[in-house]
């Protein structure tokens, strides 16, 4: 309505003040989230809290700030070519109501979830709206939109505050605790996505000073279009913020995994929508006069499937007591991108797209740009980097017996686990130390574990479970049973040759190592043409993921073969929590963190493999369960909460409890 009302060069100007409204309301969205997600924790523990005197405070500081920043009201309407200050002051005067808005939300959403917040937050809407039409049918203009702004989210702080007193969260509650906001958190919250308004608005801004009047109002209109969809992103925070704000790493880590998955899909909806039907869709929504090309759209929808990543990855960082500086990394380079492409259009578009990209690649978890603030009476030292829990000693703590342990963990490989047991132990019969064999049978459907019923060996030993739990579980349980000094596996599908086995025993024992893993992609490594060139493709794609997310000083994580001290297995393994691929990674990535970093590669070679279990759904899940792990590793300790596996609701604890011996089953040793 209000560009067909306007026209293009008058809407440009309302453009640009819906980005100084997005600059309250991404700011607020902070300390918005810090507060739901105290709330929650709050909520968890069954413990009131009273929001009421926090809510006083918050809006008269509001109310200042407001009268602080009113003067400013007549150089920001010349520079935005306005006839007069009202719009601007209007603007200055949102920053109230929705600051009350912030506090009850927070306090609605942690108590009620999702159905206490729906309702206010439609009904302020629809109020919106619905001002919003009507000022613009009897020519309130530009005013009119802002007002009825201003008008709407009043009304959803009013609904807010009528609810908590309706369930008794307003001022009979006095025996609770006292909501609070640590003014650092605030801070932090703030600075962290008043980034990501400066980012988001900052080529809406540009445009309407370097284009000109109709070319500003035709991107204002296309850019604003794009950027509709960040709130899906709302939406999917809404979603997930009490998962995200749990104290579960596992559940933390699947909701921003959910999060960015949705913020994906919406992306590539926007994305297409502008690129193939802009030039009907714009002039359709905002009239006749808006036309953008397809190049011009597709830039847009791209910026807005990054903007769509970043918008979740700062609210996860938000409710985990985490700023990012990637917001102000965008922002800051988009000029110097800018003088790189060229003051148009689609060159204003191109260098905002490369901007909010490098601002996604900051704000990752694990990159090294997350800054970790104090939570609570401190940061747990980076040793350990979580509370001290208190367990009984680890099997692995025992002194060994054997000089090598070897586990050979298998999930329907058919024949060629025979041949892989086999050769594993002729070549270490020749090696001349103590040693021993431990297959696991990873709940096989195949009869696989039959196929090792009849080989006989002293040094081998048969164990197994009845239902698949993955590799990582398997290759866990085999190590708690282990007796050796170095301590390792080998993959049982034979695309690994056991002759490997005795250069990476002697590497561990030349270097002290504390591990050795077998790399593929040091330059004496050979890679069988005949692996396929997807594998290829797809190992060198994971490699680069694991670089940019670890930062690990290693080539090669998914090789399956390594070896380790048998110590410190010990101190690493109670810590682990992968059950699937990404086992290999995350041992790797916590003796890094443990100060366990003399870790020596030694190249392999491949033969063809017989036989995979790998497939597109596996890569997925190993894609996510990367993701995953890199939020659980780099998450910051909160206070009084314990990390430990989850009592329930994990495969590897229904089929492998912590006591391998009241899972296990012995392998028959005949077809009887």
Known sequence: MASRNLGTAQYSGLAALLA????????????????????????????????????????????????????????????????????????????????????LWAQTYGVRGLPGVGVPVAAGGLVRLAAGVSALWNGGGICGVVAATVLGESVTAVLLLAGLRRIGQGPRLHTGAVLRLPPRAAVAGVATFAGLWALTGIDVVCARTWLPADQAGSYCAAALLAKATLFAANLIVLFLLRKMASGDDRAAGRALGSGLAAAALAGTAVTGLLALGGRTVVPLVFGPGYRIEPLLGLLLGICAALLLALTVLLHYHATNGTSVSGGWVGALAFPVLVAVFSRTASGIAAAHGVAAGIAVLCALPGTGTARRREAGAGVAPARTGEQSVLRPPHPLARAADLDVSIVIPYYNPGLAVRHQVADVLRVLDGYGVPYEVVAVADGCTDGSEWLLADLEHPNLRRIGYPVNA??????????????????????????????????????????????????????????????????????????????????????????????????????????????????????????????????????????????????????????ADTVRLSVRLHRPPRPGVVRSRPASGNSYHQTAPADPQSALRPVPDALS
């Open 470 to 623: 993955g590799k990582g579980a398997a290759v866990r349980t085999g190590f708690e049973l282990c007796r050796g000094r170095w301590v390792g596996f080998i993959d049982a599908d034979g695309d690994l040759p056991a002759d490997l086995l005795p250069m990476v025993l002697d590497a561990a024992r030349d270097q002290d190592a504390d591990a050795v893993i077998g790399t593929k992609w040091q330059q004496s490594s050979t890679f069988s043409p005949e692996l396929g060139i997807g594998r290829w493709i797809c190992s060198h794609v994971y490699r680069w993921v694991t670089q940019l997310l670890f930062r690990l000083p290693v080539t090669d994580t998914q090789t399956g073969l390594k070896v380790f001290r048998r110590e410190a297995l010990a101190e690493l393994l109670p810590r682990c929590q992968e059950d699937r691929f990404v086992f290999d990674l995350e041992i790797l990535a916590l003796l890094y963190r443990h100060r366990y970093r003399r870790i020596a590669e030694v190249p392999v070679r491949f033969k063809p493999r017989s036989c995979s279990t790998v497939c597109a759904a596996a890569v997925f899940l190993m894609v």
């Open 20 to 103: 100084v409204l997005a600059a309250m309301g991404v700011a607020l969205a902070a300390v918005q989230t810090v507060l739901a997600a105290s709330v929650v924790r709050h909520t968890e523990r069954a413990e009131a809290v009273d929001p009421l005197p926090l809510l006083r405070r918050a809006v008269a500081l509001a109310a200042l700030v407001a009268l602080f920043l009113a003067p400013a009201a007549w150089p920001l309407a010349r520079a935005l070519h306005f006839d007069g200050p009202l719009p601007v002051l209007l603007v200055d005067l949102f920053l109230v109501p929705s600051t009350a808005c912030v506090v």
